[in-house]
């Protein structure tokens, strides 16, 4: 049987490496980017936005290249010249104070400057320019236009409404969901669009304090002291207390503040101040609240959802509608009443598709005469039924995002003699072709390790299969996107490969050299040839390349090996079969590579793209896998046991069609073969101080695989005044006290570490020792001084019993030979007759274990061994952990389980039946009845329970039937598209399907 194990995570590959590039030096060393020496020959200047409102930046990056197109050397100063001087200032990228000119110079060829306008508007004209070694003027320049827009996306108020009622219990405690309450959503966001990062506090304050009060998000760190007070206070809980003014945490660039309705009518006005974190500029922001005595049944807020954003064009073969809804509420946040019936019947809200439209997408809705919009329309008027109306967005051929705007009338509720009033609510459609554009690769930290069997059986059990084949599984996926960010139309073909060879036990915390690699890869665009002039060695290291084995070529500008691709360089992410090796330097592949073109033009970088050459000797994984519906194709990467802790790098690629050809999509991660967790480290029991000696560390995984490539790391203890180190450089004098062995782990599992101690002494109580960690665990070996002989035993920890090498010696580390060794050993435990030790000072002896197999914690025994001289040693023996092989025997803990509750209701006009079902389905799925639940005839909700093994992968999907529409998922349904929601088993939760049922056939 195969079963879900914790992932040992590979704590060398966390250090060092990051998915989509990495990889230790070649032959060729560390990798160098060539050294430039030709002159400078252009500038090009770039800008986040061309328009910028006043009082607001833009930042600016001058590119500064040679005449052999490689980017200028660093601290070549670049000139900046503002004109008019009225329009604003000029800074580098540095300077916190600007003026009409500025200097700066370049770092990896690019120099960064910042434009602030002023109060002015108008066009700024700024000039960039250096002089190169042949004393000529190299210049480019980049215009700006200011604007007079009083709109500053750095910082907006968006008001749940704007209109409360009068508040008859003004000083009473507010309450969630209370007709007197408001919601502000402050949003903060940088120049470019993103949202702020971390959080930051921004002043708020609202005026008058009689007609309206806020309050913020209450603090779970401060306790709600009040409450125990007679009567309760709001002290230390922060949502109940009202503020005029106050810091309000913004959080991941938003926040939230609760506008309270108080005793007088009248117009209440927000203010939220901030300090932009990019220029240093303090911005503001303001919403006005009417709140008023009564509250008339018209339209006071339109809010619009949708089953999904993402749609596809309708000539892409993926789905190409979605239905929109949107809400509309009175000032007392109720739906507006139905706007007639009959022949009275009336239309109340309008759909418009705003902006742009080059696609001719259209709108499509019944309007309250029961007509059905004419096809293609752009602006669809239609009628509420308990405050809710519904249109269907329908994509058109090209991609993009459409903006569709909702609005209602305030002055009538009647948008058929023409808005007076507008309310309204804006919603954006992402538009694309479902064309694969981009991969991640990505692989789970837990649960997605199987141990397989002999037989292939499958249990849903954690444990380990009483028949091992040894080799091990773990879960690797590819999320594949299109160019809009939706997820690839489902069946999108992706392939898989992996490369774990040729490579070396590296010292580079233990990731593994690959040896045939380089940084100065050069791919030809569009071409089959590939090179490396500065430093390949394709015919000499590692044994040399040849055809059919596999080329990765990293061009996402993420880290590998210290360096990054250069951005831009994107399009060349990929793997290619390798079809024949010239020379050192230059090997063709069997299919070209990609053009890198994203910008629509082909660009060539030359010789700055690193690489990986190799093939696969110890590890396979699935060749071909199509996406799911959310976009994700997942395979399965089978290794042998034999291997563990093996660095490997595993890639994904797929075939995309664009409009000049086909090209290929690709990823390339970091990875390699973890084993089952935890990982059991042996170390003896003891070391001689004082001396140079060595010690043997051992790693394995929980089922005593040895793990290799392992960084193992130590740390003195109670040193003193004196030394300490392992593995020290020459000479020892300057090692360190703490750091890591010189080389990792072998195929055994184990590393030798050099260890030169001086002048350490016992402390009263306290003894050197040196704590070894690897892969998570630590152990403690004590450092023996003071003169008295030492008895070590290795290994001085056992499962199941094993062979033990005792060694004696004196404090400086000589061995102390025909010296019999005694022993004694508790229960559960037996050792073997035990010989004098030998000219090294060694013995041998094996240790038995009896009985101590038990469920979730095993018993241990021990051993003390005793030399005619008093020295003693301890070896503890532990049994196994019976439920790793048999999770169902006696004291073992049950398989984690998760309820899951499906709830099902009408959440339109209750005067309405609708019908409908959730289907439920999932891995090792217990089911109260057949699988799925319903809500039918005159009920208006329904729920079933499920039961579900903790981790396990649940899938819901919502059937409306007949007339009856869903309206959307509410609760913990994980991640929602349409009628599905997909979420992973693990805390209980409830999940509700909410259905309407609006049309003129409902029952």
């Not at 005619?868 to 092989?885: P, Y």
């Amino acid at each position: 049987m195969k079963a879900l194990i914790n992932k040992l995570s590979l704590l060398l590959i966390a250090l060092t490496l990051t998915s989509c590039g990495g990889g230790g030096g070649g032959t060729g060393g560390a990798f160098q980017p060539p050294p430039g020496s030709a002159q400078v020959a252009s500038l090009t200047a770039s800008s986040a936005t061309g328009t910028i409102s006043t009082n607001n930046f833009v930042d600016i990056t001058i590119t500064a290249r040679n005449s052999d197109n490689s980017l200028a050397k660093d601290g070549t100063s670049i000139n900046a010249l503002l004109t008019p001087t009225a329009i604003g200032v000029i800074t580098n990228g540095s300077a916190t104070v600007g003026s009409s000119t500025a200097s700066g110079v370049t770092t990896g060829g690019v120099a960064a400057f910042r434009f602030s306008s002023g109060v002015n508007t108008g066009g700024a004209h700024l000039v960039f320019s250096t002089v190169n070694t042949a004393q000529s003027t190299i210049s480019t320049a980049v215009d700006i236009t200011v604007s007079g827009s009083t709109t500053d996306q750095r910082l907006t108020l968006s008001p749940s409404t704007i209109t409360l009622p009068l508040n008859p219990n003004a000083g009473d405690f507010p309450f969630i969901g209370s007709p007197y309450m408001g919601e502000v959503t402050i949003t903060r966001r940088h120049q470019s669009g993103q949202l702020i990062t971390g959080t930051e506090k921004d002043n708020t304050s609202i005026a008058p304090l009689q007609i309206a009060a806020f309050s913020i998000l209450d603090d779970p760190a401060t306790p709600w002291v009040g409450a125990t007070k007679i009567p309760p206070t709001a002290e230390g809980n922060e949502f109940l207390t009202e503020l005029g003014s106050g810091p309000v945490n913004v959080t991941g660039g938003q926040g939230t503040v609760f506008i309270h309705a108080q005793g007088t009518p009248g117009v209440a006005t927000l203010i939220v101040t901030a300090v932009d974190p990019d220029s240093g500029q303090t911005i503001s922001a303001s919403v006005t609240v009417n709140i008023v005595s009564t509250v008339p049944p018209l339209p006071a807020t339109v809010s619009l959802s949708t089953q999904t954003n993402a749609v596809y064009t309708s000539t892409s073969g993926g789905t190409s509608s979605s239905t929109i809804t949107a809400v509309v509420q009175t000032g007392a946040s109720v739906p507006v009443p139905d706007p007639g019936s009959g022949n009275n019947a009336y239309d109340n809200i309008q759909f418009d598709i705003i902006g742009d439209n080059p696609g001719h997408a259209s709108l499509s809705a019944v309007n309250a005469a029961g007509v059905s919009s004419p096809q293609g329309a752009t602006s669809v008027r239609t009628h509420t039924s308990g405050g809710i109306a519904n249109v269907v967005f329908i994509a058109g051929t090209q991609t993009g995002p459409i903006q569709i705007k909702a609005t209602a009338d305030r002055s009538d509720n009647n948008v058929d003699t023409g808005i007076q009033d507008p309310v309204s609510a804006t919603i954006t459609m992402i538009v694309s072709d479902g064309k694969l554009f981009s991969i991640a690769i990505s692989s789970p930290v837990v649960n997605g390790l199987t141990v397989n069997s002999i037989s292939g059986q499958v249990s849903s059990s954690s444990t380990t299969p009483g028949d091992p084949n040894a080799t091990y599984s773990i879960v690797q996926s590819a999320t594949a996107t299109d160019r809009a960010g939706n997820p690839v139309l489902p069946g999108t073909v992706i392939n898989f490969g992996l490369v774990d060879a040729p490579a070396s036990n590296s010292i580079n915390f233990g990731s593994g050299n690959f040896l045939i690699t380089g940084a100065s890869g050069d791919p030809k665009e569009n071409g089959t040839i590939f090179t490396d002039l500065a430093s390949g060695h394709f015919k000499t290291a590692g044994g040399g390349a040849g055809p059919g084995d596999t080329l990765l070529v990293f061009g996402h500008s993420t880290t590998f090996d210290g360096y990054a691709a250069p951005i831009g360089n994107r399009d060349l992410e990929s793997s290619r079969k390798i079809q024949s090796v010239e020379t050192d330097t230059q090997l063709t592949v069997a299919s070209p590579f990609n053009p890198n073109d994203d910008t629509g033009v082909s660009v060539n970088n030359f010789g700055v793209i690193p690489y990986v050459i190799g093939h696969a000797t110890a590890g396979n994984i699935t060749a071909a896998v199509t996406t799911n519906s959310v976009g994700v194709a997942s395979a399965s990467m089978t290794y042998a046991a034999s291997h563990l802790g093996q660095y490997a790098y595993v890639w994904a690629q797929g075939t995309a069609t664009t409009a000049s050809g086909t090209k290929t999509i690709g990823d390339v991660a970091a990875s390699g073969y973890p084993g089952v967790a935890p990982a059991v480290l042996s170390v003896p029991s003891s070391i001689v101080g004082n001396t140079t000696t060595t010690i043997l560390v051992c790693v394995t995984d929980a089922l005593i695989q040895p793990m290799a490539q392992q960084v193992i790391g130590f740390a003195f203890e109670n040193t003193g005044s004196g030394f300490a180190t392992i593995d020290p450089p020459a000479p020892p004098a300057v090692g360190q006290s703490s750091g890591f062995f010189m080389s990792p782990t072998d195929a055994s599992g184990c590393a030798t570490g050099i260890v030169v101690t001086s002048g350490l002494t016992n402390t009263g109580t306290t003894a050197p020792d040196v704590v070894i960690s690897a892969d998570g665990q630590q152990k403690t070996v004590k450092i023996a001084v003071g003169g008295a002989p030492v008895l070590q035993a290795s290994p001085s920890a056992l499962t199941d019993g094993g062979s033990v090498l005792l060694s004696l010696t004196d404090d400086h580390g000589n061995a102390i030979q025909n010296v019999a060794i005694s022993v004694v050993c508790t229960q559960g435990a037996a050792a073997s007759a035990v010989l004098p030790t030998g000219t090294a000072g060694t013995s041998h002896v094996d240790i038995s274990a009896t009985g101590l197999d038990a469920a979730k914690t095993p018993k241990t025994a021990t051993c003390t061994f005793t030399a005619a001289d008093g020295a003693t040693a301890i070896v503890n023996v532990t049994g196994r952990d019976i439920c790793l092989t048999d999770k169902t025997a006696t004291g073992c803990d049950a398989i984690p389980q998760t309820q899951v509750t499906v709830n099902l209701q009408n959440a339109g006009d209750p005067g309405h039946i609708v019908k409908g079902s959730v289907t439920v389905s999932g891995t090792e799925l217990t089911l109260p009845s057949s699988g799925g639940c319903s809500i039918a005839g005159t009920a208006t909700s329904a729920s079933c329970g499920y039961s579900f093994d903790k981790g396990t992968q649940v899938s819901l999907k919502a059937v409306p039937s007949g007339a009856t529409q869903f309206f959307g998922w509410t609760g913990g349904c994980g991640t929602t598209s349409g009628l599905n929601a997909n979420f992973t088993a693990g805390a209980d939760a409830t999940c509700t399907a909410n259905f309407i049922c609006t049309a003129a056939s409902c029952p």
